[in-house]
């Protein structure tokens, strides 16, 4: 599978949008992007996947960008209950494995 | 969304003593689970995969006779910790997939703290 890089923290004021960087240069045409989050000492929570076109649900947008080597999460207004690490990852959808990088840790502050 | 439940949340045991957790799918036939174990501050690291009825894969450094798998229904897999001692410490988790598309459904996770 494709490996991601993300920053290992974020800071986010609160209200405020929360733009979480992901790069997969060497993700293959049948990957999706898939975005988790873990709040502590809690199992992962999923939050949303796309493979080529932007997408938008009631918890976050995520932006491919159109050569789909990198993607951007937005949590558009970050409350502090958002504070987690956020882990992006790619894979093939019909395949049953997912492995998890070191993810982003955010902090939302007040 | 599908619901994976775990228990315990949280256990201790005493080294050298054997433990079970259980992952159950609430609401869907799971055809395949995963464990996995995390670590303080660290990412989460994939055991194992099992579907039902069958043996469990393990990843590579992961000891089968140590972390036994059972996945007799298409509702119910268990970990079972033997001979558990202190490095064996760690969070554990579960999901569940229910076939095509593989989604992945996590449970809430397993404390162990082994003293």
């Known amino acids: 599978d494709a490996k991601t890089t993300q920053p290992p923290s974020m800071d986010c004021a609160e209200g405020r949008a929360a733009n979480l960087p992901c790069n997969h240069s060497?993700?293959?045409?049948?990957?999706?992007v898939y975005w988790y989050r873990q709040i502590h000492s809690q199992g992962p929570q999923y939050i949303i996947h796309?493979?080529?076109n932007n997408e938008t649900n009631e918890m976050a947008s995520l932006i491919i960008t159109e050569d789909r080597k990198s993607s951007t999460l937005i949590l558009p207004h970050a409350t502090l209950r958002d504070t987690a690490v956020y882990y992006c990852?790619?894979?093939?959808?019909?395949?049953?494995?997912?492995?998890f990088g070191a993810g982003t840790r955010l902090t939302v502050k007040p | 969304g599908a619901v994976v439940s775990q228990h315990p949340s949280r256990v201790i045991c005493k080294s050298g003593t054997s433990v079970k957790i259980e992952c159950r799918s609430l609401?869907?036939?799971?055809?395949?689970m995963f464990w996995y174990r995390q670590f303080p501050k660290q990412s989460l690291m994939l055991m194992a995969t099992?579907?039902?009825?069958?043996?469990?894969?393990?990843e590579q450094g992961v000891e089968k006779d140590k972390f036994l798998i059972n996945h007799a229904s298409l509702t119910l897999s268990t970990l079972t910790v033997t001979s558990a001692h202190p490095e064996d410490s760690s969070f554990y988790i579960c999901?569940?997939?229910?076939?095509?598309?593989?989604?992945?459904?996590f449970g809430p996770g397993t404390r162990l703290t082994v003293t």
């Open positions: 099992s579907n039902e009825g069958s043996k469990a894969t393990y």
């Open positions: 999901s569940a997939s229910g076939g095509a598309p593989y989604e992945q459904y």
């Open positions: 609401d869907f036939q799971a055809t395949t």
């Open positions: 990852i790619v894979r093939v959808k019909f395949r049953n494995d997912m492995r």
């Open positions: 796309g493979l080529k």
């Open positions: 060497t993700i293959s045409g049948n990957e999706y």
